[in-house]
């Protein structure tokens, strides 16, 4: 009976650790972005084109900067998306008539604003 107990306790414990780092390993991938926003980040264009690929996807759309990383897999239009990777992409979004819950959308993902200052 003890033997029981002591397994099952080892087990809760290992599932305990378990889910502890991944829940923190979540969190750092996009901690810093939420930090920045939090913050009142504002990012030069510069800074913007660097994150230019699939896995690390920025877009700047009416002055506001969004990190779209993950929400690209999601996305209804697909890989059009991308386009807008590392870019000012105001035109791009707004041609394509995206609805009101679109627009709604981007505040999941607003990072910051986008800092005209080209200095
Ligand atoms: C800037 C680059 C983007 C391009 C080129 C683009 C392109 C498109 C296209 C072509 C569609 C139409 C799909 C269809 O009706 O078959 C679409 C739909 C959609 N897109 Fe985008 N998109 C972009 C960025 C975004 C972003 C940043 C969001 C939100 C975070 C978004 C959210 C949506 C949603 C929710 C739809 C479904 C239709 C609607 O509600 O308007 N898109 N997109």
Redesign the pocket.
């Known amino acids: 009976m003890k033997k029981y107990i002591y397994s099952t306790l080892i087990v809760s414990f290992t599932v305990f650790l378990f889910l502890g780092a991944s829940c923190s390993s979540d969190q750092s991938k996009s901690n810093n972005n939420a930090l920045d926003a939090i913050t009142g980040s504002s990012f030069t264009l510069k800074v913007i084109n660097q994150h230019n690929t699939p896995e690390n996807c920025w877009?700047a759309?009416n002055n506001k900067v969004?990190d779209?990383t993950n929400?690209i897999e999601s996305?209804?239009?697909g890989d059009?998306?991308l386009?807008?990777c590392g870019q000012v992409?105001t035109d791009?979004?707004e041609e394509?008539d995206?609805?009101q819950?679109?627009n709604e959308?981007?505040a999941d993902?607003y990072i910051g604003d986008l800092n005209n200052n080209t200095k």
Do not use: N, T
């Open positions: 877009i759309i969004y779209v929400f996305h209804p239009g059009s998306i386009q807008g992409a791009l979004f394509k995206h609805s819950r679109a959308l981007l993902y």
